[in-house]
């Protein structure tokens, strides 16, 4: 059995062996850092390459096609160019700040792999306030870009940083919210319960009406929550040139593009966990044989399916709507999606209450 | 059929709490066109055979241009050397940016009379802006536009043009 358990348990065993439990504890926190930054390089790379053939292929153009067999060395040679760059700080900038910025964005990003579950029993931390501890630490990434566009000095970052914190501080709301709905129906914040609880269906197929209404509720908050298209007017490249990251070139803009690729991974896992089961299989009552074939697919490969789906989902909205005027942005959260979510999760509780879920 | 659904709901509530009908009217309308757009994208996501760019450097021995690609002025010329310009200065004064001068020289005709016509038509490729509005002003059709685009040269002077050629004459009948 080549599962991530699998591995993992060997490792720990190997390590518990031949070091004390200090030192074990050391070397796996270590490792599982080396992994996280390994998944993020992956993930950069397999991403913008994504998002640029997604971008092509719904505007009837061929995409990336230079580079490598079929394009796909494309993102590893814009890497190697932004690596090579200088990394240049303007002079009129608060130096500490402008150069800490992309490394808390980087951080924030890395603790929220802290609560997500890649495979069965794989996960870095399955604390007992997962999906809460993902909403709270989501929320300090607006940090990272109010202190870049902060010391920056430029109004063009300015604007864009200030922008995005009215932008993230009203959308977590709603976001939070339909979490919530999900929380109420489990009963618990863990995010390995949230699963389990999905073992005979998930949410999305279990929970009718209001799930699905949290479900779309969901996906519009954390697109906007992660500053991409319709929502990006925190970089808005037709009024504000690069928003918060004007000033920023070579590795220090790449950390921060990087970032905004691992928060859609995130936000997308986070809401496979919810909605679609997280690493469980795809099972209809009680078919089982249909079922026992869907065992056989590894629980990583039904994870990584599912967020994919929703990636490609997020990348389908940025390349078909307009993006929206800051008034509008703050209309429809405040005046639409906070209302219905906060009616979607009175409906939700008493059908939680009354048991009217399967 | 709205109309009808109108009076329902007005029949049902009272004009006071119309806002809220109007308000789940705004929401369904809004993710119905939503989904419209969305369905359009995703049609041609997945129809991926029409492109509609060209990989240019690739193909430029069977590049296709659209009918209405614009790429210099140019002034057709017949197998005489014969041009059908009258030196009008249509195009001249129709040209936005200054990018067309017309210099002129007196011609004897065969009677012996004294007749204006062209010298040089000067062309000024880096000022052109492709807006076509020199052609749409010529009276007799001498100038059109080319699609030829591949103008890079190392010398600014080179992009200065004399669309007719040297030695041409105007064509007869051309007044």
């Known amino acids: 059995m080549w599962s991530f358990r699998h591995i993992a348990n060997e490792i720990h065993a190997w390590l518990s062996a031949n070091f004390n439990p200090t030192l074990t504890l050391i070397i796996e926190m270590v490792l599982a850092g080396v992994a996280v930054i390994g998944l993020f390089a992956a993930l950069g790379l397999v991403l913008v390459l994504m998002e640029r053939r997604v971008a092509a292929w719904i505007q009837i153009r061929l995409g990336p096609n230079r580079v490598g067999p079929k394009g796909l060395l494309q993102s590893l040679a814009d890497t190697l160019k932004l690596i090579v760059k200088e990394g240049l700080t303007p002079d009129g900038a608060d130096k500490l700040m402008f150069n800490v910025a992309p490394f808390i964005a980087m951080i924030v990003a890395m603790l929220l792999m802290a609560p997500i579950a890649f495979a069965k029993d794989f996960q870095l931390w399955d604390l007992n306030i997962g999906v809460l501890f993902v909403s709270a630490v989501s929320s300090l990434m607006v940090i990272s870009i109010l202190m870049a566009g902060w010391s920056s000095n430029n109004k063009y970052s300015l604007l864009g940083a200030m922008r995005s914190g009215a932008q993230i501080v009203s959308y977590e709301l709603s976001a939070g919210l339909s979490i919530l709905t999900i929380v109420v129906f489990t009963g618990s914040l863990q995010v390995s319960d949230i699963i389990h609880a999905q073992a005979d269906g998930w949410w999305i197929f279990k929970g009718h009406l209001p799930v699905w209404i949290a479900f779309v509720i969901f996906i519009i908050a954390v697109t906007a929550e992660t500053n991409r298209a319709p929502f990006d007017l925190a970089e808005a490249e037709s009024e504000l040139t690069a928003g918060f990251h004007t000033e920023y070139s070579g590795m220090k803009f790449a950390l921060f593009f990087l970032a905004e690729y691992i928060n859609v991974f995130i936000v997308c896992a986070i809401g496979a966990t919810l909605f679609l089961g997280g690493w469980m299989p795809f099972h209809i009552g009680n078919w089982e044989g249909f079922n026992r074939v869907m065992d056989y697919i590894p629980s990583s490969i039904w994870f990584f399916g599912k967020t994919f789906f929703l990636i490609f989902v997020i990348m389908w909205f940025r390349w078909t709507f307009p993006r929206l005027r800051i008034d509008q942005l703050l209309n429809l959260e405040w005046k639409y999606l906070l209302p219905i979510s906060m009616i979607n999760l009175l409906v939700a509780t008493a059908m939680a209450i009354l048991g009217w879920h399967f | ?175």
């Open chain 2, 1 to 175: 059929m709205s109309g009808k659904q109108c009076f329902v709901s007005v029949k049902l509530i009272s004009p006071k709490y119309m806002f809220i009908t109007k308000y789940i009217k705004e929401v369904f309308g809004a993710v119905k066109s939503l989904a419209i757009g969305m369905k359009r994208t995703i049609y041609y996501f997945t129809h991926h055979k029409e492109i509609i760019t060209q990989e240019y450097p690739d193909n430029r021995d069977t590049l296709v241009l659209p009918e209405r690609f614009k790429g210099e002025v140019v002034m057709p010329h017949n197998e005489n050397n014969e041009h059908r310009c009258t030196g009008c200065q249509a195009c001249e004064l129709a040209c936005p940016n200054g990018t067309i001068k017309v210099i002129f020289k007196n011609e004897l005709t065969p009677e012996g009379k004294k007749k204006k016509a062209i010298d040089k038509l000067v062309y000024h490729l880096e000022l052109c802006t492709m807006c076509n509005l020199c052609v749409e002003a010529c009276p007799s059709d001498a100038i059109k536009m080319a699609q030829t685009f591949e103008h890079s040269v190392y010398d600014r002077n080179q992009l200065t043009k004399i669309l007719n050629k040297p030695g041409s004459k105007i064509m007869e009948g051309v007044e």
